[in-house]
């Protein structure tokens, strides 16, 4: 059946670029898919995108709409326009949580596409900010039928609104040699016991997992999590002089000197005069840098565990924050481990919980009442490798340092003994 396509002057000026354009992906499924729905819903949602850009308004406006036993997951999006644009007049968003670590397979994503023809626009995102596969444009009717349909092959909706939201993790040990924990089970352990606070909105604003393997943190968890697990190490850098030389010869000293050495950021390389390299592993950051540059020849240490962050986030009510280090060092090796870590998260939750204020993120609360309070408030005991440089923060209280050293020092002695 042939539809009345809607003239798109200034969208056709999007296709013009160097770049691919969205608008080329719609005008596919407008002119070349077989479903006449689809055709429609891309020609009017094309037709009110245009009329946006002429009158520079958007005509999107929110609403209600939900699945049953569900309080978030959908981002409902209904047209001021839509006797204009009948077939688009309602498109919701529906958030799908992926996978751990983004594994999937060609018949799980062709699954997941058949029934999103069937109910949907046929638009995916893979993936969005949130880390969910963004299915967009369905009707409110769709949307229980698209839902039901993908729940009983094995999905579920992501979080959307106050509540817990779709973690996230990276690919991990199963592509990257760097990796230094098991970021899969972590990543499946959390969203299985914060499954219902992700779907039933009730915190006082958003709370975000994410879990990198190594400190690359490629899933930019310091930055965007309320908390992070970052793989780490704490044993010594693993050096294999061989391939130190090797790499030497080839690119040169001073290449390896500008590139390698003068980046530490706390000068713990240096190079031997028989093409050597040195490490002086007290001082090393693990910022990954030299690692990076030669994965041949350098590599994490056997002891591996994580580090834990708690706060970080966008901007909002304040700045952007990056986490604050909570746990320096945790083994994560047996199920006890894993059990302690889920408490954690429940502990830190539970406490952000009761003390923050509405629309407030848990490092906008750790901002207000002090990271002293916060520690106090989740049972954890302050310790040194919290802090950077303490020395050249003008703003570091040293109100009860004496006796909080001894307190360190006394626990750092039963822990040895």
């Known amino acids: 059946m042939s539809i009345d396509k809607h003239t798109t002057p200034m969208l056709d000026q999007l296709e013009s670029g160097p770049w691919p354009s969205f608008i080329s992906g719609i005008k596919r499924l407008r002119d070349q898919h077989p479903d006449n729905r689809i055709n429609a819903m891309a020609n009017d949602l094309l037709g009110q995108l245009e009329h946006s850009y002429e009158t520079r308004k958007g005509y999107w406006k929110g609403g209600t709409v939900s699945v049953y036993g569900y309080g978030g997951g959908i981002i409902p999006r209904f047209s001021e326009v839509g006797k204009a644009f009948p077939s688009s007049k309602e498109f919701h968003t529906l958030r799908v949580q992926p996978p751990a670590g ?22 995916v995102t893979f993936h969005g900010q949130t880390g969910n596969i963004m299915f967009i444009g369905s009707s409110t009717e769709n949307t229980q039928h698209f839902f039901d349909e993908i729940n009983d092959y094995g999905w579920d909706l992501g979080g959307a609104g106050p509540c817990v939201r779709t973690a996230m993790s990276c690919i991990g040990a199963a592509r990257c040699e760097m990796s230094c924990t098991n970021e899969l089970k972590a990543h499946r352990l959390l969203v299985n016991n914060f499954t219902d606070d992700v779907h039933r909105p009730a915190l006082p604003y958003k709370f975000k997992f994410k879990i990198s393997g190594c400190a690359n943190d490629c899933q930019n968890a310091i930055e965007r999590s309320d908390f992070a697990v970052i793989g780490t190490w704490r044993d010594d850098m693993k050096v294999d002089q061989d391939e130190v030389r090797r790499y030497v010869a080839e690119k040169g000293r001073q290449y390896y000197i500008d590139n390698v050495i003068t980046r530490c950021p706390t000068q713990a390389l240096s190079l031997n005069d028989d093409d050597t390299l040195a490490v002086d592993n007290r001082d090393c950051v ?11 020849a350098l590599h994490p240490g056997d002891d591996r565990g994580v580090t834990i962050l708690v706060g970080g986030k966008r901007t909002l009510k304040i700045g952007d924050l990056m986490g604050t280090v909570i746990v320096p060092f945790k083994k994560l090796d047996t199920e006890e481990d894993y059990e302690s870590l889920v408490e954690l998260a429940e502990t830190i939750i539970d406490f952000w919980a009761e003390n923050g204020l509405e629309h407030e993120r848990c490092g906008e609360m750790i901002e207000r009442i002090g990271l002293a309070n916060f520690l106090e408030g989740i049972g954890i005991e302050p310790d040194p490798n919290m802090l950077n440089h303490p020395r050249q923060s003008s703003y570091v209280r040293m109100d009860g340092w004496d006796q909080a050293a001894e307190a360190w020092f006394e626990r750092q002695t039963e822990a040895a003994g």
Do not use: F
């Open 102 to 123: 983004n594994h999937y397979s060609t018949a799980m994503l062709r699954q997941l596409a058949d029934s999103w023809e069937k109910w949907g626009s046929g638009l």
């Open 286 to 296: 693990r910022c990954m840098h030299c690692l990076n540059v030669m994965p041949k």
